[in-house]
């Protein structure tokens, strides 16, 4: 028995099919290799995932972390500065199917309905093996989803044995695509949120107080972390800033860390607005980020269109309290009215500049609300990831070919 409590799954093979990740995914695959007793296989796309990524996978699976390369693609390029459902890109992968059938899966896991899942569901329709969807989305973020992309989902769950979903909206947007719930396990999004406590500690007061210097700040700090684009909603956050009430706004810092193609369009609203107490940083390696956490009082994500934010849980690990748009998927779980953040509109100034207004109120009660993000947190780590992710595995060969009318 593992210390979950789960039984040990050492005699069969789960290769895990994945076009991209980022450095938080790495820490999930390594518990989940401890799981299996060692027998992950990750296949990934080696063009597309940064080296300092690919040399952690490396680091935490050895030549079981297998990156294909020659990708061709019909489509755009890149999602990054896209609107969900708002392009479609049809990837094909050579060898991608021959590299899967080498190592004789018992089960394969994906990510998400297109990219590289087709293979997988290949293998499902050809050799019957079982299958496991992680999933993100909801029902706001596939707001727009046309209708073929609709089809092609209610075909492709007959290819699914089981879904491991982020959160409960999640799961709840699977089961109305026609998901069933009793093949639905949840919790595989997690972030390194033990490297970044890690991280955290190494901090000493006279870092935090240097980089306050260095970048001006003042006062209550909330902080950014993410792209620079419209879906993020900065742009409602910026004018949501410039309403709050004047004695409120000249006591705070609004802190924005990271790069994107909006980053000109904040910069001039701030000049025009006056808004001086707004700091741009532009990108930070993801090993320092830390830092900046560490010198936040609060964290804040006014995302449009979000499936599960990661950088919420990397905020609750280094004990900030949140204020979370509510168009993010992770929010039920992570934040707590009250007691460890505030939920809040985006697209409604009122509600926003409430929002902030009540933060930077609060500035005695934030690190009160900072234990109970840390404390909140302790159930979503990779472990635990791990945990949901091989659950789904089981059930998903339970299932097999028996639990589900072909």
């Not at 001039?268 to 741009?280: A, E, H, S």
Request: with cysteine.
């Amino acid at each position: 028995m593992t210390r979950s409590g789960i039984s040990s799954s050492s005699a069969w093979r789960a290769v895990w099919v994945t076009r991209s990740f980022l450095d938080y995914r790495v820490p999930v695959y390594e518990e989940l290799d401890s799981l299996l007793g060692e027998a992950l296989v990750l296949i990934y796309n080696a063009d597309v995932v940064p080296e300092r990524v690919r040399n952690k996978a490396a680091a935490a699976l050895g030549s079981r972390a297998i990156g294909l390369t020659g990708e061709w693609r019909l489509g755009h390029k890149s999602y990054l500065n896209r609107a969900a459902n708002s392009g479609l890109r049809v990837p094909w992968q050579p060898g991608l199917m021959r590299e899967m059938r080498r190592h004789q899966p018992s089960v394969v896991i994906t990510d998400g309905f297109f990219q590289w899942t087709s293979a997988a569901i290949w293998l499902r329709m050809l050799q019957g093996v079982p299958h496991v969807l992680c999933y993100e989305r909801t029902a706001h973020m596939e707001r727009g989803a046309q209708w073929y992309r609709r089809l092609y989902r209610k075909w492709a769950l007959r290819y699914i044995d089981a879904m491991c979903c982020s959160g409960s909206l999640s799961g709840n947007y699977a089961c109305h695509m026609g998901m069933p719930p009793d093949r639905i396990t949840y919790g595989h999004m997690a972030a390194d949120t033990e490297g970044m406590i890690a991280a955290r500690r190494k901090i000493v007061p006279q870092d935090i107080s240097d980089l306050r210097w260095r970048l001006s700040l003042k006062g209550t700090c909330l902080l950014y972390v993410g792209r620079l684009t419209r879906e993020k909603g900065l742009r409602q956050l910026l004018g949501a800033w410039a309403e709050m009430k004047p004695g409120l706004n000249q006591n705070a810092s609004l802190l924005l860390v990271g790069s994107g193609p909006d980053r000109d369009f904040l910069e001039n609203t701030c000049k025009v607005q006056g808004l001086n107490n707004v700091r741009f940083t532009g990108a930070i390696d993801y090993d320092d980020l830390a830092l900046f956490y560490a010198v936040a009082s609060a964290f804040v994500i006014p995302t449009l269109e979000d499936n599960w934010s990661l950088v919420v849980p990397e905020a609750l690990a280094c004990g900030l309290p949140v204020l979370c748009s509510k168009y993010n998927g992770c929010w039920p779980e992570l934040v707590q009215e009250g007691r460890n953040g505030w939920v809040f509109d985006p697209l409604d100034p009122v509600d926003t500049v409430r929002c902030l207004e009540e933060c930077v109120r609060s500035e005695m009660k934030l690190t009160s609300m900072g234990s109970e993000s840390t404390r909140l947190i302790r159930d979503y780590t990779p472990r635990k990831a791990a945990e949901s992710v091989l659950k789904a595995c089981e059930l998903a060969m339970r299932v097999g070919v028996r639990g589900k009318a072909r």
